[in-house]
């Protein structure tokens, strides 16, 4: 797939311009392996129920895109994947959650293991009151994935430089993290996530604290990250998830409503309500 | 159809206008009730200022006086008539230690019961103007403990006897209480602490200039002393807070912020668990001489720990501060973002490893100033020490925890009780100032570290 999303500046993008986002963006060949498949997921918080009975099935090497009006359950649907709603007191999952064929709620899976697997983005730069470099290193040094400082210096050049942050922070790798401006910080978040090798990245509204231009950057890194991650991201942002995606899933009131490729659900919506959200009808 | 359209338009703004003019009014209103509010703030803080000024002020005003004593700066002839003493046993070849020791402690005996008293009259009476002044009150204008001073210059070195050496001897506290003026001087003969000759003979030494005030460093140095008030000090107290400081340092801090984080961060939620929460914070309100009470029963009749000791007075204390400190730990630990925890499990951290590399890093300072809270609490307790012995008068400075010993806080209150007033009133705010330097150099200490750690940060 040598096909590249081109992201333009999402301030130029409205409605009308959608098949003109779309048209860069081709649905992904039929047989692209599954990464996650989700079987009857229900989440609860106490009694309320966040999600729906949701299947779905996730491809690797693609960007997989959650839209649907706020508090339509896309994030938790998204933390279920590395069983970040754990952490949440009084939520319970259902349901049944496999990646690449292997259950993550099964009892003697350890999460701390899974979660090396599936990094995870947030909607609000977090990177840790530390250096860059210890920022970056930190996943691969609690993880055993790195033994000598050699070692270290190169997987954090390395994440680094995946994460087109290298060059801004070369010179001060040993300066806060904190110091950095909002999208270098997110990038550093991507940069620490991608240190540990994960399989899976999940993105949290990645970019919604970030100005256009930082989200250019951001986007068109998700793009070229997507060539060896599976990536889910979750997004408000109907343009972002046209530029970015291939798939694309759209959530109402903790349901599924429709899931497809990206180009069939914003130019065919099957369903009626993704139509209106679409349209701007409902959100 | 356009008339109309024109007097809606003026109709609105007219409506527009009165808009403004409400608003307008009402701001007025807000105003001027800002402004009423922020004077009351205000006054507030400048009352709490206020009294934090007259407090301090009084406290060093009345204080300060006790850190300067009265000296007699003459010199003794060391007779030897009067010391009259054999040389100083030297250990003999074929003589064992002991024995030795026991000769040396009997010379030293014999040295004690010399009349050290004739030499201080006779240095004081060269003096004084009229020389039928009686003994009794040359002695009353001068510490009774200057004869253990001669006699220790003497034990220090034998070969002083004969001599005649310069010496500066404390002044009695009722001499320094004449010369400072803390008692009334017009108050009639029956009613003062010193005889008239003794009052004329400190007038006229005063002076000459050998009386003179002098920084009383043996303030610091000294143990209380009840026949000689004026040369008391506060180094067994000062000991006995400082041990029971380390006590509490070594034993609350280290149980109080480990419970505060297991309660914050690993407890499950459950009747337990809920259970020490409650009582935890209960704790934090008892008064702290029932904490007495429970350190007399449990730590001295239980477990047969000393009375009076450093050690069972810190155990009582860290009993006290552990509420303190776990509280104080805890609600730091709480305000730790939860973007920060999501980024480390998120990253594949575990709880553990989340909690010691990104949650208590930052709560350092909080940590740091919830100890010294309950630390400087500690250091200030007096009540519960009374009950378990404390207060009781001791004239050795503790060299471990387990001896008896004192407290500054329970200093202040046995000085006050004092029956020379005069004398011990100023030095009862000398000693409140000595603890208050203490505190506060405890807490630029913590602040000095927890700036620190921020920078670090």
């Known amino acids: ?283 | 159809m356009a008339e109309i359209d024109k007097s809606g338009q003026s109709a609105m703004i007219d409506q527009a206008d009165e808009r403004r003019h409400i608003i307008r009014q009402g701001l007025g209103r807000r105003r001027r009730n800002e402004a009423i509010f922020r004077s009351l703030g205000l006054a507030a803080a400048l009352s709490a200022f206020g009294f934090v000024v007259v407090l301090f002020g009084n406290i060093v005003a009345s204080g300060l006086p006790a850190f300067w004593q009265v000296n007699i700066e003459t010199e003794v002839t060391f007779d030897p008539e009067v010391v009259n003493i054999e040389e100083r046993p030297v250990l003999q070849p074929g003589q064992s230690v002991a024995e030795y020791r026991r000769e040396d402690l009997a010379w030293q005996r014999r040295v004690s019961l010399a009349n050290w008293n004739a030499l201080i009259e006779a240095a004081i009476r060269q003096h004084a103007p009229d020389s039928d002044v009686d003994t009794r009150s040359i002695l009353s204008i001068v510490d009774p403990n200057a004869r253990f001073v001669l006699r220790d210059m003497v034990i220090e070195n034998p070969g002083i006897v004969g001599e005649t050496v310069p010496i500066r001897l404390l002044g009695s506290a009722n001499a320094d209480n004449w010369i400072k003026g803390t008692i009334d001087r017009s108050l009639p003969d029956h009613r003062q602490q010193l005889s008239p000759e003794a009052r004329a003979l400190a007038d006229a030494l005063h002076e000459e200039g050998v009386m003179r005030m002098r920084f009383a460093s043996h303030l610091f140095t000294n143990v209380d002393s009840r026949v000689a008030p004026a040369s008391a000090g506060l180094a067994g107290a000062f000991m006995g807070s400082l041990y029971m400081m380390l006590i509490v340092i070594v034993l609350a801090v280290p149980i109080g912020v480990a419970s505060a984080i297991y309660l914050e961060e690993f407890a499950p939620q459950n009747r337990l668990t809920d259970l020490i929460e409650v009582n935890i914070n209960n704790l934090a309100a008892v008064p702290s001489i029932v904490f007495g009470l429970l350190g007399a029963a449990v730590f001295i009749n239980v477990f047969g720990l000393p009375l009076s000791a450093p050690l069972a007075g810190g155990l009582v204390l860290t009993l006290m501060t552990l509420p303190t400190i776990i509280i104080a730990t805890r609600s730091s630990l709480r305000a730790v973002p939860p973007s920060l925890r999501q980024a480390a499990l998120g990253l594949g951290a575990s709880h553990t490893q989340m909690v010691f590399h990104h949650v208590l890093p930052v709560t350092y300072p909080g940590i740091l100033t919830a100890s010294i809270l309950g630390v400087a609490q500690a250091l200030g307790e007096t009540a519960p020490l009374l009950l378990i012995g404390m207060n009781a008068f001791v004239a050795n400075i503790p060299t471990s925890p387990l001896d008896q010993s004192t407290a500054l806080p329970v200093q202040i209150f046995l000085w006050q009780g004092n029956e020379n007033r005069n004398f011990f009133e100023p030095r009862t705010f000398a000693t409140i100032i000595v603890l208050l330097g203490l505190m506060l150099s405890l807490n630029a200490l913590a602040i000095y570290l927890r700036s620190r750690f921020e920078k670090r940060k």
């Open chain 1, 1 to 283: 797939m040598s096909r590249r999303a081109l992201a333009g500046p999402p301030q130029n993008t409205n409605r009308f311009a959608m098949h003109d986002v779309l048209s860069r963006t081709k649905p992904i060949s039929a047989d692209t392996r599954i990464r996650i498949t989700a079987r009857d997921v229900n989440v609860f918080y106490g009694a309320t129920q966040a999600i729906r009975t949701i299947s779905m099935d996730i491809p690797d090497c693609a960007v997989t895109a959650f839209i649907g009006p706020s508090g339509c359950g896309k994030s938790t649907f998204l933390r279920c994947f590395n069983r970040m709603n754990d952490t949440i007191e009084g939520a319970r999952v259902e349901g049944r959650i496999e990646i690449d064929g292997e259950d993550i709620y099964t009892p003697d899976l350890d999460v701390v293991e899974l979660r090396a697997r599936i990094g995870m983005v947030f909607q609000k730069p977090n990177p840790f009151p530390k250096s860059i470099f210890d920022n970056v290193a930190y996943g691969p040094r609690i993880h055993g994935l790195v033994r000598t400082r050699g070692e270290t210096e190169e997987v954090v050049e390395r994440s680094l430089q995946r994460a087109g942050l290298w060059k801004e922070v070369k010179d001060r790798l040993h300066e806060p993290g904190t110091g950095l401006s909002g999208g270098q910080q997110q990038r550093l978040c991507i940069a620490r996530a991608i240190a540990v090798g994960p399989e899976v990245i999940l993105m949290d509204e990645p970019c919604s604290a970030l100005d256009p231009i930082a989200t250019a950057v951001i986007e068109e890194l998700i793009d070229e990250l997507r060539t060896n991650y599976t990536i889910v991201l979750v997004t408000h942002s109907m343009q972002q998830a046209a530029r970015v995606s291939q798939k694309t899933a759209f959530f109402h009131l903790g349901k599924l409503i429709e899931y497809g490729d990206t180009e069939q659900v914003f130019t065919r919506p099957a369903e009626r309500q993704t139509e209106d959200y679409i349209s701007g009808k409902i959100g």
